[in-house]
């Protein structure tokens, strides 16, 4: 491949950011405010990897030319995005984890039951909360 494109290494970590951005502006409510932060976000891809717009484009067609080469990089950004998706299921998996600990932490109360016969019993959260189990019993 001629210097004059990026080269396919390269190329796919372009590529990455810039769907990454795309999906970021896809949310946004707002188009006019959706088109300023895209091409802020743009170039600052550009900057990041050392390309301008023009070098980008006259690649990007470079790559449509030879759809071997882009159907590869392709593959690779799926894993990619994929992986991703995962980390960033179980990093939200575990903070709404540690949300809905904390909010049940705040609303405990110790239950204090008496069973004159039997002593104080004990509850047995993990098969059954409603089933009442006598300390002497466990």
Known sequence: ISSDFIQPNKM???LY???TVDGY?????KPDTAKIVASSYYKG?????????AT???SLNYYFEHPDLLNKMYENLIKQFEEERKR???RVDDEALAIQRKELAK????????????GRP???FVTNPFILMPSAIQ
């Open 56 to 58: 980008y484009t006259k």
């Open 12 to 14: 796919e970590k372009v």
């Open 45 to 53: 891809i550009y900057e990041k990897f050392d390309i301008d717009s």
């Open 122 to 124: 004990k509850f047995n």
């Open 17 to 19: 950011d810039i769907h």
């Open 25 to 29: 502006i896809g949310a946004l409510q």
């Open 107 to 118: 609303h405990v109360k110790v239950l204090v039951v008496t069973y004159p016969s039997l």
């Open 88 to 90: 960033n299921d179980k």
